[in-house]
């Protein structure tokens, strides 16, 4: 028997519960069936519609180009969006980190891929178990890891792809030229329950560059590389049978470059605010591939008590602002996705009107746009629901348990972000 004599009981003079049976439970942020309205926010709301017509236009531009799409799970970290994605055609997935994996491992994406070096052993080894379930594979940019990788899968009796990460321009990880990659590929093949994979080749600093004509010129030059080396490898007879890479400011470029095997690009599932500022430089290009807004944060104005602006509940703790503050999006009362630029008709568009000009921790400050000419717009009222497009996707899904699916004006699904807060 354990001896309850050594847990301290509260002194009876301080407001402690004695019953705690009973409490109220936190309740569900929607139900399926509910009108939008119903939802408790701050809420991360995805528009079924605009998301479906995301997933299919990527994979119909793979399937055209004839390259393996393998979406980035990093972006989303909800199984439910990994498994529409492969039912679209997608080859696998790919992660950054080796426990956000876990989740689709245990909803059954059977082909994953680590867009990254791993550090520690513990990594390697729970990588080296995952393999005995699913195809895995790892990038490296260095010969102790591929040593590393190389004792965990012996230990663990299971093998492993990898890949060389191969700097494109980003300066970040990757080995910086052929020489580097072949050695790489000479050990990784070197091990017996290694297989060298090829090279993955991403370049982030471009994905961002809001001139379409600029972000084609960098685009092609980071393929050239990646390109030469593939090459190089080949001829020395360590061939790729894959070269990675791609996100979803560039793929339009990578489908065409005739280098990449396979592209990994994640944010065109919702797009974000900063991807949307992409799509103005794009308005001239008549062949750009183009996505729609399909995530929001549902807040509610909390407070209309100071003039010339409203409060809503959603703040620092609701939505990253690393790559700027959210858009207000007007959507005429239904809820739909649209092109950040607007023009279509029954959807939603960026707010000129109105602008969410501070984070404090739980609150957002909305003001009217200085500026925006004729009439001040009218501020919504006390209690209305006002929706935002966050301005980085990635890390605003890390913040979330739940995504509220809506179509049709109405809740269809609940998704556990599963993958949130999986760093390791
Ligand atoms: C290695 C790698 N691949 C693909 C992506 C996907 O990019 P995006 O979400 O911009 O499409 C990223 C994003 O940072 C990345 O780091």
């Not at 939008?36 to 995301?54: K, S, Y």
Request: include cysteine; hydrophobic fraction near 40%; charge should be neutral.
């Amino acid at each position: 028997m354990p001896d309850h004599r050594s847990v301290p009981s509260a002194p009876t003079d301080l407001p402690v519960l004695r019953d705690p049976a009973g409490l109220p439970a936190l309740p569900p942020i929607a139900e399926p069936g509910q009108p939008w309205q119903a939802i408790d926010t701050p809420a991360l709301v995805l528009v079924l519609d605009a998301f479906e017509r995301n997933l299919e236009r990527m994979q119909q531009a793979a399937d055209r180009a004839g390259v393996a799409l393998r979406p980035h799970a990093k972006a989303h970290k909800c199984p439910d969006i990994a498994l529409a994605q492969m039912t679209r055609g997608a080859v696998g997935i790919c992660c950054q980190k080796v426990s956000e994996a876990l989740p689709f491992l245990r909803a059954g994406i059977a082909d994953i891929h680590i867009s990254n070096e791993i550090a520690g052993p513990a990594k390697a080894t729970l990588l080296a178990r995952m393999a005995r379930h699913a195809r895995i594979s790892v990038c490296v940019d260095a010969v102790v890891q591929v040593r590393a990788l190389a004792e965990a899968a012996e230990r663990e009796q299971s093998g492993l792809t990898v890949l060389v990460e191969l700097d494109i321009g980003q300066g970040r990880c990757g080995v910086a030229d052929a020489d580097a990659a072949l050695r790489l590929a000479e050990r990784i093949a070197a091990q017996p329950r290694l297989s060298f994979g090829g090279l993955q080749a991403y370049h982030g600093g471009i994905q961002h560059v809001r001139d379409h004509a600029a972000r084609r010129e960098g685009a092609a030059r980071a393929a050239e590389r990646a390109g030469a080396v593939a090459a190089r490898l080949a001829a020395a007879g360590a061939p790729c049978q894959v070269v990675t890479g791609g996100g979803s400011g560039s793929v339009e470029f990578d489908l065409a470059s005739g280098v990449f095997t396979e592209i990994q690009p994640g944010s065109y599932v919702f797009m974000d605010g900063d991807y949307g500022s992409n799509a103005r430089g794009d308005e001239s290009a008549a062949q750009a591939l183009r996505f729609e807004h399909s995530l929001f944060i549902a807040t509610t104005v909390m407070s209309t008590a100071a003039q010339g602006q409203v409060v809503v509940d959603a703040g620092l703790k609701s939505m990253a602002v690393d790559s700027g503050l959210p858009w207000v999006w007007q959507h005429g009362g239904q809820p739909s996705g649209g092109q950040p630029s607007g023009g279509q008709r029954d959807r939603g568009t960026r707010s000129t009107r109105l602008a969410y000009v501070a984070a404090n921790d739980e609150h957002g400050i909305v003001r009217p746009v200085p500026g925006a000419g004729g009439e001040k717009p009218a501020l919504p009222q006390l209690g209305e629901p006002l929706w935002l497009v966050p301005g980085h996707c990635d890390p605003t899904l890390n913040l979330y348990d739940t995504l509220v699916g809506v179509r049709d004006g109405k809740v269809e699904s609940l998704w556990p972000i599963s993958a949130r807060g999986l760093s390791r």
